[in-house]
């Protein structure tokens, strides 16, 4: 079984099918057309099937011209689950959110049914989502074996791996292929295939012995960022309130060759990762061991407070300035959660901004990034007329677009939560 599958890995004959065509399963999509598979994608968003088949990414690490020189190799995507059939490795990359801090996994186990009828004896099934210790053994391949035709079990039928993703949407230094890629599997043979299959388009794979194993490695990676962030958000709110600029304190702690990683405060944290993958691990711990993860809830507690310090924030401004924030208009540079993308999931500027209005607060949110209707009022730049016009400026995500000097010299009151304004001595810019 595992032989001919390994064979049709290294002459690139194997059939791929990746299920979710987002800001990770279009990127595997592509360099796993790149290395001379046959792909199809799976997107069950209608609209967004018809736009990667006209040649259209809405990712940005997947340019139009990338995306077109796939489509000319013979990569299909596709929203009906039917296009999936024979397929030999199949690559589910769907969403793993939180639901009132609850992990949900429908998006796995709909895409398990929606895979199991077309699954053969002998093919490979990697699991790439983020999501809780234990999942791929006791919830993906159980779900492949009940919807699957005839009596088909993992480990000895077909073969079932976990690859955590670690895509780090506009980073211009690592992507897919140079990231280095853990690989395991239920059994020797699924991590056979599953280093095998990534091995045709990474340069770097990492084995390890459990499909457990690997869960947790993605957990603990995030968890690291996230406890980290924490803390130096925590230094931030307590350093500015003792008048000491945090950030020139954490570059100059970052001089030490050794024993220090730097971490930088700012609004908050967002995207898929941080805000949620930590609390898969500590839901895990509290669900089966019955103990809390401490560090995990702390961290939290602070980085969902950090919105809420920036309102804060705000109104001492303008209070400065002997105006209220209500009635004040209120400029929101960056409403994405990291600079360069578009991805607005769990941003903290949707929880700035919606803080703001309570208080009464006309908020304007500026994003070249954000895709036209994903946000009301967004505007895709910031005119001279808007910064004279309105009664303070927040840079919440500093992408390279906006004009800083130009933010500067135009706007009453400026509050710089990234420090992107760093070394400006003007008397109408505050930093977190």
Not at 40 to 69: F, H, N, Q, W
Not at 375 to 398: F, N
Not at 414 to 431: A, F, H, K, Q
Request: charged share 25%; proline share 7%.
């Amino acid at each position: 079984m595992t032989t001919d599958l390994l064979t049709s890995i290294a002459d690139r004959s194997a059939r791929v099918a990746v299920l979710g065509q987002g800001y990770v399963g279009l990127v595997v999509s592509m360099r796993a057309s790149e290395a001379g598979f046959g792909v199809v994608g799976l997107e069950v968003d209608v609209d967004r099937a018809k736009r990667l088949a006209a040649g259209e990414s809405y990712i940005e690490d997947v340019d139009d011209d990338t995306l077109r020189a796939a489509l000319d190799r013979g990569y299909r995507p596709t929203a009906d689950p039917a296009d999936l059939a024979e397929f030999d490795v199949a690559v589910i990359s769907v969403p793993t959110p939180l639901r009132d801090g609850t992990p949900d996994l429908t998006f796995i186990e709909d895409a398990a049914r929606m895979l199991a009828p077309h699954l053969r004896p002998g093919a490979l099934v990697v699991l790439e989502s983020t999501t809780y210790p234990g999942t791929t053994a006791e919830l993906l391949g159980p779900t492949l074996a009940e919807h699957a035709p005839g009596d088909l079990e993992p480990g000895r039928d077909f073969l079932l791996g976990y690859s955590p993703e670690r895509i780090d949407p506009g980073n211009p230094s690592f992507s897919l292929h140079n990231t280095p890629k853990i690989v395991a599997g239920i059994d020797a043979a699924s991590l056979a295939a599953t280093e095998a299959f990534f091995s045709a388009f990474v340069e770097t794979v990492v084995p390890v012995s459990g499909t457990g194993e690997a869960e947790l490695a993605k957990l603990i990676e995030n968890t690291f960022r996230h406890v980290n962030i924490a803390l130096v958000n925590e230094i931030a709110m307590f350093a500015g309130d003792l008048g000491i600029d945090a950030f020139e304190a954490i570059e100059a702690a970052a001089t030490k060759p050794f024993g220090f990683m730097k971490f930088l405060p700012g609004p908050g944290v967002g995207g898929h990762c941080l805000p949620i993958d930590p609390t898969y691990l500590s839901w895990r711990v509290k669900r089966h061991l019955g103990e809390s993860f401490r560090f995990i809830e702390l961290a939290n507690d602070v980085n969902a407070h950090m919105p809420h310090y920036v309102a804060r924030r705000i109104q001492h401004a303008l209070n400065g300035q002997r105006k209220s924030v209500n009635g004040a208009t209120v400029v929101v540079l960056g409403v994405a959660y990291k600079r360069g993308v578009g991805d607005i999931r769990e941003a903290p500027a949707l929880s700035l901004m919606d803080e703001l209005r309570s208080l009464g607060a006309e908020v304007v949110p500026v994003d070249p990034h954000v895709p036209e209707g994903a946000v009301p009022g967004l505007r895709d730049s910031a005119p001279a007329d808007l910064l004279r016009g309105c009664d303070i400026v927040v840079i919440v995500t500093d992408h390279d677009e906006f004009d800083y000097e130009e933010v500067v010299g135009h706007a009453p009151l400026v509050l710089d939560t990234r420090n992107r304004l760093r070394g400006t001595d003007s008397p109408n810019v505050e930093r977190l």
